[in-house]
């Protein structure tokens, strides 16, 4: 069974920086798409950025230009680096595998973390 840890979540002020790691137990990591979400309290859970398997990149209008998502195949590891984050960017960020048309979440959800942007 597939579990993702997500880490590197924080208080952190308006403009401020952050960066989130998830670490994917599979045994071959490489061939799958994977992607970042969020949920904001009250909020439905959405797609913020994806990186494929051949390495294409894919982000939500809300944070192109501000986050930066990749991978290190090696370690089973995807990360979201964030940059000039916004009080709106508060949420629960969780990693997954996206699938289907829907981004559907291909493995059950890790326990997310959290990102407060607050001053």
């Known amino acids: 069974q597939v579990q993702l840890a997500e880490s590197g979540g924080g208080l952190v002020q308006p403009g401020g920086s952050l960066r989130l790691s998830c670490v994917a137990s599979m045994r071959i990591f490489s061939v799958y798409d994977m992607g970042w979400y969020r949920q904001a309290p009250g909020k439905q859970r959405e797609l913020v950025a994806a990186i494929t398997s051949g390495g294409n990149l894919n982000y939500a209008d809300s944070v192109k230009g501000r986050f930066t998502i990749s991978r290190v195949n090696a370690k089973n590891t995807v990360y979201l680096q964030m940059n000039s984050l916004k009080p709106e960017d508060t949420a629960v960020y969780y990693c997954?595998?996206?699938?289907?048309?829907?981004?559907?979440?291909?493995?059950?959800w890790g326990q997310g973390t959290q990102v407060t942007v607050s001053s």
């Open positions: 997954n595998a996206p699938t289907g048309g829907n981004y559907s979440p291909r493995f059950n």
